[in-house]
């Protein structure tokens, strides 16, 4: 008899110690752009997979049982032997189709092994008795990243469908350990407000993590999600500020960070970006290509010794400007305009950020593999200079995100170096990018020079 190939793919992912979810997601969450991935991506495919039969899942509980292993959520994106990329949807856990007893069983698997992953809900079939239980009966393993997005139920009914109120979710936040909860960004007044919740319902014996980030579209989201994603762009650096004065204090809540502005990221990195970039030695004849959220911290503060630094953009065609949602067709194409250009000292190096091609280490969302860019230009010298995964990943604090807006990166850039040095100190000198070098008995330190 032919293996059912479900128990297979159960057998695989139990030995691994992992629980795949659904997909695509069920809830529908008017934002999310996993479902239009396709139409931007054509070699990409969502998986279709289907909530396991009660044969199906006993099967799948005994392998964890015989493996004695964990069951961490997991939302794989692999390429396949075609050339397709298959994208799992990062699906909600309490929309996997489970009844109590069988997420029971899950978080069960995870007590057994000591682990505690932290499982995602936008609240839909999320209820106060389900959290009571599981976390009263599971107070180590059970963990949660409660996506509230907000408590106004008004804003909520458009983004999530046939969302009811957020009653159970004010009565979930009083109870979870070691909460990571998610907030967008509409505007400063509704960012404050839902803080202020939080910090009212929070658990004071086990504070929450706060995560806030605005509303990223695509210019197939509906005119409604991008005036969401516009409103909240447009006053961001307000909101950190606010919260940087100290006019608030929110003291239930262990932390609150961010996800934007992306250019901040680069600002909080940049010296280990320029350590990354030192052993190439660039000069005129070196392009630099980047996303567009690294663009200007790349340009004004990374790269100032005569090399040359463009962006790329993807072709979502809306507000993303990460690298990860890059292709190597958004490479042929701006790399394409920019090697068209006249120019006096040819480039001979590009160079590119290697987290493009995340897919199985090999290839973009697209399917497409940085031996393709090479093979387009093969005059020039494709380097992909490598980012680690958990810079792309973070998050910035409060400080991290105001110290990006207090500085002024086209002053810093044109900072005239003359004028600067006749202020150092006979021990002291001027680098070509701009951090003022000190020798003492110490040793040698530098200190970087920011308007």
Not at 225 to 232: A, C, H, I, R, S
Request: glycine share 6%; net charge negative.
């Amino acid at each position: 008899m032919e293996p059912d190939f479900e128990d297979l793919r159960s057998d695989a992912f139990a030995a691994s110690g992992y629980y795949p979810n659904r997909s695509p997601c069920p809830v529908g969450c008017k934002f999310c752009y996993e479902r239009s991935l396709p139409e931007f991506y054509p070699k990409l495919k969502v998986a279709r997979v289907r909530p396991r039969t009660p044969e199906q899942f006993d099967f799948y509980t005994s392998k964890l049982d015989e493996y004695r292993a964990s069951a961490i959520p997991i939302s794989p994106v692999v390429l396949e032997p075609t050339g397709m990329v298959t994208y799992t949807s990062n699906s909600d856990f309490f929309a996997q189709g489970l009844t109590l007893d069988q997420l029971d069983r899950i978080v069960e698997a995870n007590t057994k092994t000591g682990t505690s992953p932290y499982v995602s809900t936008m609240g839909k079939g999320f209820d106060f008795a389900t959290a009571k239980f599981l976390q009263e009966k599971h107070p180590d393993a059970f963990r949660v990243r409660l996506s509230l997005l907000t408590y106004n139920d008004e804003i909520k009914r458009t983004l999530i469908p046939k969302w009811e109120d957020s009653s159970d979710m004010r009565k979930i936040t009083s109870i979870l350990r070691d909460a990571n909860i998610y907030l967008l960004h509409f505007n400063v007044e509704q960012t404050l407000a839902d803080l202020r919740v939080v910090d009212e319902l929070a658990n004071p014996d086990s504070k929450p993590r706060v995560g806030v980030a605005v509303v990223h579209h695509t210019r197939k989201h509906s005119p409604q999600v991008q005036k969401y994603g516009n409103d909240g762009l447009a006053d961001f650096e307000a909101l950190i500020r606010h919260l940087m004065s100290g006019a608030e204090a929110f003291e239930n809540i262990n932390e609150i960070t961010f996800q934007h502005p992306a250019e901040g990221f680069t600002f909080r990195f940049r010296n280990f970006l320029r350590e990354t970039l030192a052993p190439y030695h660039l000069g005129e004849s070196d392009l630099v290509l980047c996303s567009k959220g690294a663009f200007t911290v790349m340009r004004d503060l990374v790269v100032r010794n005569g090399a040359t630094v463009r962006p790329v953009s993807d072709g979502l065609g809306g507000s993303t400007t990460f690298t990860t949602t890059l292709c190597t067709d958004d490479f042929v194409r701006d790399l394409g305009e920019i090697l068209a250009e006249p120019r006096d000292v040819p480039f001979r190096r590009v160079l590119v950020p290697a987290p493009v091609w995340w897919v199985s280490n090999q290839t973009c969302l697209n399917g497409g593999t940085i031996d393709d860019l090479r093979n387009t230009f093969p005059t020039v010298e494709i380097v992909p200079v490598d980012v680690p995964l958990d810079i792309l990943e973070s998050r910035l604090t409060v400080r991290e995100a105001y110290d990006y807006y207090n500085v002024d990166l086209a002053k810093t850039r044109d900072l005239p170096h003359d004028v600067v040095a006749q202020c150092l100190a006979p021990n002291e000198s001027l680098t070509e990018t701009g951090f003022v070098r000190r020798l003492s008995d110490d040793g040698v330190s530098y200190d970087e020079l920011l308007v």
